[in-house]
């Protein structure tokens, strides 16, 4: 059929591999978060920001609704977290969390993307700032800073960009933020998540590093036992 249908099928694989490895990581992450209370969102708040952050990721309504039945039936399948802290190409840093019923191979093919790229373990969280994130439609910037600053949350930043309302606040004041913004009918977002946000970062100017770079994401974005990945570049 020829090398355009090679590049086609090569390029539906890896679509595939990516929305596979997406929908495990979102129901590891949705069944623990109901085993580890009510396997009811509306009773479990952390089981309602998994929900609402991989519903952002357009993860579908049976892949969340099958986790939350798994944990109601008393399955004992448990997951140990993991973090990785790496340097990639180019000056790119990188945090890696794992969710794993395998630790060892969840290091083991962590290492082994990073290392395929040119890159290496080593510490790299301090170049990062964990943040509750929020962000939603809308364009009352300033009646919901001021409804989070009166309901005593930890705001570090509210913008408004093309309709949409960033909210950023101390990851300890996130249940608070989630309350006062419920309270303002705001329940829907794009994206509801504790996160690493990258103090400086920077741009890939050399075309090899941005391609290894690249397929670097790629790679930790296909591994089953890769659940976040936080990195620095723009």
Not at 216 to 229: A, F, H, T, W
Request: hydrophobic letters at 40%; charged letters at 30%.
């Amino acid at each position: 059929m020829g090398r355009a249908h090679e590049v086609r099928a090569k390029a539906m694989a890896a679509t595939a591999a990516k929305r596979s490895a997406l929908f495990m990581r979102a129901s590891k992450e949705i069944y623990m978060a109901a085993k580890s209370g009510e396997p009811n969102p509306d009773m479990n708040l952390a089981l309602r920001s998994a929900i609402d952050k991989w519903k952002g990721q357009n993860v579908t309504k049976d892949v969340i609704d099958r986790a939350i039945q798994k944990a109601k039936g008393g399955n004992a399948e448990t997951y140990t977290a993991g973090r990785y802290e790496a340097f990639g190409p180019g000056g790119s840093l990188f945090i890696i969390d794992t969710l794993s019923d395998n630790s060892n191979r969840a290091f083991i093919e962590v290492r082994q993307a990073i290392t395929k790229k040119g890159g290496h373990l080593g510490s790299t969280i301090f170049n990062f700032t964990q943040v509750g994130l929020f962000s939603f439609s809308g364009t009352n910037r300033d009646e919901v800073e001021e409804n989070l600053i009166l309901g005593d949350v930890d705001v570090k930043e509210v913008t408004l960009e093309d309709g949409k309302i960033e909210v950023i606040v101390e990851p300890s004041a996130f249940a608070d933020a989630r309350s006062v913004l419920n309270d303002l009918g705001i329940t829907e977002f794009d994206v509801a998540e504790i996160t690493f946000l990258a103090n400086d970062p920077v741009t890939l100017d050399d075309p090899e590093d941005k391609r290894k770079f690249d397929e670097l994401c790629d790679m930790l974005d296909e591994l089953q036992d890769v659940q976040n990945v936080y990195h620095n570049v723009d």
